[in-house]
């Protein structure tokens, strides 16, 4: 950070204590979490598990290369079995090719050109919202 030793100084010292304690409301959040039967957690992963698998089926059948997560609500493809590369020009083109919008993971990385044929989709939706975008994204078979 570039500043007046002043502001450096206050801003430190704030972030000192903000790099070791979590935030009061996350904190009153895990404890209503930690109240919750195991049930609620059992059943929650199931449900994101059936969420990924059937957008992952849907983007597979599109004709993507599918990297199944096991650990978060993001499915990165690859689009080069598309005959696509750039994932921003691809990214821009989706909504308007089927309806579907996808982020490319080249603004993951340091050297943006190794995620360029990489996009990642969100299932973290209602089941409709994904069935609807598989049915869209069919349109994509070549």
Known sequence: MTSTPELVTAVRSTKQFLTYVASGPFQYAV???LRLPDSYFADFRADMLAKRDLLAGGLERAGFKVFRPAGTYFITTDI?????SDGFTFCRALPERCGVVAIPN???YDHREQGAPFVRFAFCKRMGVLEEAATRLKTLAG
């Open 80 to 84: 080069r079995p598309l005959g696509e």
């Open 106 to 108: 080249a603004v993951f």
């Open 31 to 33: 404890a209503e979490a």
